[in-house]
């Protein structure tokens, strides 16, 4: 096997980390065209469903991987849309600087990769969707930005991904004491540990 279909083998599909039913969900909730990911290593699954995609990483091997050609076949034997593909790639740290208009994605996702939905906030679209996991401390910082507002949480179990809207109010809940401040969050760089958690959050830009 190709290397790079290697690599994405053996950290996406034999860890069951595609979560494909996952990135539909969230299409046909959400009627998400494009997807910006910070912090994507080679986790290219978003393109198989949204037409636009970008992905940010500074693993050395990133560039090569998008860059490769059956991994571009790939994708468009994996897409669930009519028009080719448009990947964008860059190596480098998401928090600097990226060759990327503002506010043209429709969806930023989080995962495992410290703030990005601060870092990417300027490239979500007015009423975007950030998924974000809070291993972190990343959705208990969108939690307390006045900029985005909690519209659902993602529950998993076996291979079912399920979005919920109920009792939203009783999520991010501190077990201990008053919840973390931005700075405080942002120091520690740790998920908070809350009465009641979800696999992911659902947060809407608001502002």
Request: net charge neutral; hydrophobic share 35%; aromatic share 14%.
């Amino acid at each position: 096997m190709n290397k790079n279909l290697e690599l994405y083998k053996k950290y996406f599909i034999d860890n069951e980390f595609e979560r494909l039913h996952l990135f539909e969900l969230l299409r046909d909730t959400y009627q998400i065209k494009s997807a910006i990911y910070l912090g994507s290593f080679v986790h290219i699954t978003p393109a198989f469903f949204y037409p636009k995609t970008a992905f940010i990483d500074s693993d050395r091997r990133v560039k090569q991987f998008f860059e490769d050609k059956e991994v571009r076949q790939m994708v468009i034997k994996n897409k669930q849309y009519r028009e080719d593909p448009e990947i964008f790639v860059a190596q480098q740290n998401y928090e600097k600087p990226l060759p990327i208009e503002v506010e043209s994605f429709d969806l930023l996702i989080s995962q495992y990769a410290g703030f990005v939905s601060q870092a990417g906030k300027n490239l979500l679209k007015n009423n975007g969707i950030l998924l974000a996991n809070n291993s972190h401390g990343d959705a208990a910082m969108a939690h307390v930005d006045p900029e985005y507002e909690l519209i659902a949480v993602v529950n998993h179990t076996k291979d079912t991904w399920r979005i919920s809207t109920s009792d939203l109010d009783s999520y991010f809940t501190p077990k201990k004491g008053l919840h973390p401040t931005k700075s405080e969050i942002q120091a520690s760089m740790k998920g908070i540990g809350y009465t009641k958690v979800a696999n992911n959050y659902i947060f809407k830009k608001v502002n």
